[in-house]
């Protein structure tokens, strides 16, 4: 299983595969096991969000274990968990934040494969 890291900015956490756009993210997602997913929102001027990456598990059926919201786009945010919320299985554990410290040093150190 893999981490994965959606953010068209920030830098990628050690451990985790960045995903710069909505195609990437999407194309992880369909092609491997996710453990952790971590989303961004804003992804660029006139580029798809965060929101059509929630939208494609959706209709594709695939989902992490966990998804984290790291975004900083309030309105994005609520508008994935919404989605999330309303329709992914309930075993998805779903954090309307980002990560904590905690569990990125946990993942950078590789005790979290």
Do not use: Q
Request: hydrophobic letters at 40%.
């Amino acid at each position: 299983m893999i981490h994965v890291y959606l953010d068209d900015y920030r830098p990628c956490p050690k451990g985790f595969v960045l995903a710069r756009n909505a195609e990437e993210c999407k194309l992880l997602i369909d092609s491997e096991a996710i453990d952790i997913l971590s989303l961004d929102y804003d992804l660029g001027w006139n580029e798809p969000t965060g929101y059509e990456v929630v939208r494609h598990m959706v209709e594709s059926a695939r989902y992490p274990k966990i998804v984290y919201l790291h975004t900083s786009s309030t309105a994005g945010r609520m508008h994935m968990y919404h989605m999330l919320s309303s329709h992914a299985p309930i075993e998805m554990k779903i954090m309307n934040g980002p990560m904590p410290d905690s569990l990125l040093d946990e993942i950078a150190a590789g005790s979290r494969l």
